[in-house]
Nanobody
Framework: QVHVVESGGGLVQPGGSLRLSCAAS????????MGWYRQAPGKERELVAA???????NYADSMKGRFTISGDTAKNTVYLQMNSLKPEETAVYYC??????????????WGKGTLDTVSS
């Protein structure tokens, strides 16, 4: 079984910053990708940023220059630094991991999400 746990969400004022962490654990042989998605009230879940094969990064256009994704492969952990946050970016932020188990079974797992509120 693969477990995904997010942390670091909370309340921040417009223009402020938050740093999210996501740790994957359990039956993991290798990690293909780790990423962050978000879902605002009444909207569909969307990609924020992802790290693929431990190095290549992918960002949604609206986050480029403000958000930075980074990873610690030794800890199976990915971080999302979010700067210059806007009220419309209030959402539940979810971590997603794509891994291979020791038996080479491919597994995709979601965390439970962390609520980030941008408000004055």
């Amino acid at each position: 079984q693969v477990h995904v746990v997010e942390s670091g969400g909370g309340l921040v004022q417009p223009g402020g910053s938050l740093r999210l962490s996501c740790a994957a654990s359990g039956s993991i042989y290798s990690i293909n990708a780790m990423g962050w998605y978000r879902q605002a009230p009444g909207k569909e879940r969307e990609l924020v940023a992802a790290i693929i094969n431990g190095g290549r990064t992918n960002y949604a256009d609206s986050m480029k220059g403000r958000f930075t994704i980074s990873g610690d492969t030794a800890k199976n952990t990915v971080y999302l630094q979010m700067n210059s946050l806007k009220p419309e970016e209030t959402a539940v932020y979810y971590c997603n991991v794509d891994v291979l188990k020791p038996n080479l079974e491919a597994v995709n797992e979601w965390g439970k999400g962390t609520l980030d509120t941008v408000s004055s």
